[in-house]
């Protein structure tokens, strides 16, 4: 098993371009979700979903799109990106949102000028 | 409004002492609390606590979570410099996790 991937794992974007952060499992988790993670902020929840065809908003949802519409892949879009979302994005997924342990992808550095 | 909060922020220990990290929290709907270990890459699973009073142990690291008081503790024994890391902790609510800023454990040879 390969577990939770994301590419890229670095990206720097100029402000108002768009693009797509990848995130797959090949675990047959239900849940699967993307955070941020800035200095002295801890990791913020985006988005979310529980399963295939359903997602959330989480804390910090502005400026991003997801969809789900398989089990293995959760895509986070930026549609304008601003210098504000410049951090670190990780993806994670766990077998349900009943169950705790979530497994984190290597993260995706990104950079906006 | 949710939120988990750690403390220390930062800790600066030598090798061989015992550390005490700390997360209070104050949510609706809590599931469970969780500490997660990260090293300058993806946070690790260290311990998943959802009754009050049972300690969960792994090796030197033990933690205790008081649902009364809304806080737990993660206590690491006889540090090494391995054990350096950002000390992450986590509240499942609902459908959501809810992260403290974490506490940053140094360990000094």
């Known amino acids: 098993n390969a577990g939770v991937t994301q590419t890229p794992k670095f990206q720097v974007l100029k402000t108002g371009q768009s693009m797509t952060l990848q995130c797959a499992q090949d675990?047959?988790?239900?849940?699967m979700s993307w955070y941020r993670q800035d200095p002295g902020m801890g990791l913020r929840l985006i988005h979310y979903?529980?399963?295939?065809?359903?997602?959330d908003q989480g804390e910090v949802p502005n400026g991003y799109n997801v969809s789900r519409s398989t089990t293995e892949d959760f895509p986070l879009r930026l549609l304008s990106a601003a210098p504000s979302q410049t951090s670190v994005y990780f993806c994670?997924?766990?077998?349900?949102?009943?169950?705790?342990?979530?497994?984190f992808g290597p993260g995706t550095r990104l950079t906006v000028l | 409004e949710d939120k988990v909060v750690q403390s220390p922020l930062s800790l600066v220990v030598h090798e061989g002492d015992t550390v005490t990290l700390n997360c209070s929290y104050e949510?609706?709907?809590?599931?469970?609390l969780l500490w997660y270990k990260q090293e300058k890459k993806a946070p690790t699973f260290l311990f998943m606590l959802?009754?009050?009073?049972i300690e969960k142990k792994s090796g030197r690291l033990s933690s205790i979570l008081d649902k009364k008081e809304l806080f737990s503790i993660l206590n690491i024994t006889a540090t090494q410099t391995g054990d350096s890391a950002v000390y992450l902790c986590?509240?499942?609510?609902?459908?959501?996790?809810?992260f403290g800023t974490g506490t940053s454990l140094t360990v000094i040879p």
């Open positions: 986590a509240v499942h609510t609902g459908n959501q996790f809810y």
């Open positions: 675990m047959n988790h239900e849940y």
């Open positions: 979903s529980v399963g295939a065809g359903i997602t």
């Open positions: 994670a997924s766990s077998y349900s949102v009943r169950y705790n342990e979530q497994f």
């Open positions: 949510v609706t709907n809590f599931r469970s």
């Open positions: 959802t009754s009050s009073g």
